[in-house]
């Protein structure tokens, strides 16, 4: 299994930008499609953007479209999520992991990273 580091969360205002880092193990990590999720309180997590390990192909999930952007260094074994115009309903702990395919199903559900909080103020 990878194990997965993520970090650059924290506490910006409506409209503001955080950039998100995931540190992942493994020496074929070109090969994983990697995937952002997010778990707000009291909701399920929900996929937020997906891409492939070239990363020439990416998916988002309609309510961050056009505002995040989802990156990869695979020289650095790192995916990114940049994420602007955020709004407090983006408040979130959020997540990296390897997915299957950009569907949003992860490789191996019950292993996860501790996470970085999101936290944006109206």
Do not use: H
Request: with cysteine.
């Amino acid at each position: 299994q990878v194990q997965l580091v993520e970090s650059g969360g924290g506490l910006v205002q409506a409209g503001g930008s955080l950039r998100l880092s995931c540190a992942v193990s493994g020496r074929t990590f070109s090969s994983y499609t990697m995937g952002w999720f997010r778990q707000a309180p009291g909701k399920e997590r929900e996929f937020v953007a997906g891409i492939t390990g070239s990363g020439l192909t990416t998916r988002y999930a309609d309510s961050v479209k056009g505002r995040f952007t989802i990156s990869r260094d695979n020289a650095k074994n790192t995916v990114y999520l940049r994420m602007n115009s955020l709004k407090p309903e983006d408040t979130a702990v959020y997540y990296c992991n390897r997915m299957t395919t950009l569907t949003g199903i992860v490789n191996a559900p019950g292993n996860w990273g501790q996470g970085t909080q999101v936290t944006v103020s109206s």
